[in-house]
């Protein structure tokens, strides 16, 4: 129950751009976030929610592009780690099923260092917003497009069902480096090995301090490596 004050404060910090993006000690520009056009698009008036796993997901906005249905949808990160929604598949009443969703990054907060929570909303700006905390609810949002499906679908029931969530994409694959969350480790790790650094690129990574490579080889296994499998089931109407 602590947690909500410190989304807040959060919140309100980044509005009155009181904090720096990480790295940057600079003010960073207010967020912009252009809600307006949410209520008057979309087929839901508020979230709908499903519980599974201990763990609650909401879709937020649900629109029609053509023949692209588009689902935002947020979910809790279960922890430090990137979580992805890794399989999906839509039901069109009367129709067919979906199983291949585009899915794009809308927003999130999440823990990038031992103690560094970030704000991260591409749409509206490229800059991570954080502060130190030692524990805040974190979030990601984002967009699945489904592609293909009828222009009408007035009146119509679709279901949608998030099967699974994955530290993998729903490709079966990770970014290299950038999934790894190497700041993180490095904090978590170097608090036993102090100065301690993690270099990545394609060819791997690198620990500077030899007696750490075994406990930054168990968090880079762990960054890898992780299913919560629901289903979360949503029913909508247009």
Known sequence: MKRKPILLLFLILLAATMIAGCGNNKPTEVVSVPISNLATTSWITEPIQASASDLTMEVLHVTQKGNDLVLRVKFPLVDWRNWYISRVVLKVEGGESYLNAQTVFFERIYQK?????????PSYNEIERCLESESMETYQ???????DLPEDLEGRVIVLEILELSTQTASGSVKYCEDLR??????????DFPGLTVECDASGYRVSI???QSAVDALIAEASSGVVVGPWRFEIRK
């Open 141 to 147: 949002i984002d967009e699945l497009i489904f592609s």
């Open 113 to 121: 260092g031992a103690n560094i929570y970030c704000l991260y909303q």
């Open 210 to 212: 030899a007696e750490a």
């Open 182 to 191: 190497l700041p993180y480790i490095e904090e978590t790790v170097g608090a």
